[in-house]
T-cell receptor, first 117, second 115 residues
Framework: AQKITQTQPGMFVQEKEAVTLDCTYDTSDPSYGLFWYKQPSSGEMIFLIY????DQQNATEGRYSLNFQKARKSANLVISASQLGDSAMYFC??????????????WGLGTSLAVNP | DTEVTQTPKHLVMGMTNKKSLKCEQHMGHRAMYWYKQKAKKPPELMFVYSYEKLSINESVPSRFSPECPNSSLLNLHLHALQPEDSALYLC??????????????FGQGTRLTVV
């Protein structure tokens, strides 16, 4: 069965520093997609970045980059130059295609990031 | 316009009440989702609609009744809820493409409290 593991329940980082949020996954499918979402206290789930299993390069979106190590089955999120507004819950998720060809997201437990001024 | 709109933002209801949550998107997405999320937990998938037809029901109790009247609207009808149903209810939509990179766009959620 597919699984996402986020081992850091909580993280602290100083403003303007970089931080890495860990995510490992387990799947036997050769084709999969990995997503990172940010959820502030307001509740909205905000898509940050995507990495496909066949992508040759690590994904980047502004201050967000994904350190994708396929052999180790890890997809860590790197946030550069942290800002106070980055304080939020961060979820790693993997897209699963089930027997009915329905696409579902498998979620990790999340990492709560606090950015200190 | 990349927005999913949910109403209401907050809802308090008694265990004998009937209420509905509404979700709307105008991005042309043909897949829509309901999730339930408890505090500090990941979202739990409840229902998926594809082309306005229910394609996934994650064994959700019948006191939750979804409805997709058209391609832009998704409702969740609530009846005889229990206090443990208090949670953040998130709606999401995504395109239906034969690829893995179809991310879901989420609304801001409805914070439901059952008293």
């Amino acid at each position: 069965a597919q699984k996402i593991t986020q081992t850091q329940p909580g993280m602290f980082v100083q403003e303007k520093e970089a931080v890495t949020l860990d995510c490992t996954y387990d799947t036997s499918d050769p084709s999969y997609g990995l997503f990172w979402y940010k959820q502030p206290s307001s509740g909205e789930m905000i898509f940050l970045i995507y990495q496909g299993s066949y992508d040759q390069q690590n994904a980047t979106e502004g201050r967000y980059s994904l350190n994708f190590q396929k052999a180790r089955k890890s997809a860590n999120l790197v946030i550069s130059a942290s800002q106070l507004g980055d304080s939020a819950m961060y979820f790693c998720a993997m897209r699963e295609v089930n027997a009915g060809n329905n696409r579902k997201l498998i979620w990790g437990l999340g990492t709560s990031l606090a950015v200190n001024p | 316009d990349t927005e999913v709109t949910q109403t209401p933002k907050h809802l308090v209801m008694g265990m004998t009440n009937k209420k509905s949550l509404k979700c709307e998107q105008h991005m042309g997405h043909r897949a829509m989702y309901w999730y339930k999320q408890k505090a500090k937990k990941p979202p739990e998938l409840m229902f998926v609609y594809s082309y306005e037809k229910l394609s996934i029901n994650e064994s959700v109790p019948s006191r939750f009744s979804p409805e997709c009247p058209n391609s832009s609207l998704l409702n969740l009808h609530l009846h005889a809820l229990q206090p443990e149903d208090s949670a953040l209810y998130l709606c999401a939509s995504s395109p239906i493409k034969d690829s893995m990179n179809t991310e879901a766009f989420f609304g801001q959620g409805t914070r439901l409290t059952v008293v």
